[in-house]
């Protein structure tokens, strides 16, 4: 799937601690969230991202720093990491930005697996 189809597809956003939970950029319930995941089959077609917990000081200060915040395919092995692109989420609104570039994958280089991204924009 490339970017631009992913522009079109619903977004879904969860920390580890499951404490950060996000559907199209709007702040969710824990509940509300996994309830729409079971709901998928009759919405919009989703991608479900793993990021880093945004209430941790380290991740709010790197988003403070790049205005960025960065997912992974929730449910990836590290082996399908090596082909899958990462995902960049604006540090406000939480909507999906686009795939991750190696330079802003190096800047944020926190909560993410350390391989280089297949995006290569400028």
Known sequence: ???QHRRLQRSRQICKANCCCFIDGRPVSLVQYVLSRKGQGRELSSFEAEIPCLNLPETQARIEQTAVYMGIPVG????DLEKSPIFIFHGKTHQFVRDATF???EQWG???PMHRPLATHG
């Not at 990836?76 to 082996?79: D, F, Q």
């Open 1 to 3: 799937m490339d970017e």
């Open 76 to 79: 990836k092995t590290s082996h």
């Open 103 to 105: 330079k802003e994958y």
């Open 110 to 112: 926190l909560g993410v």
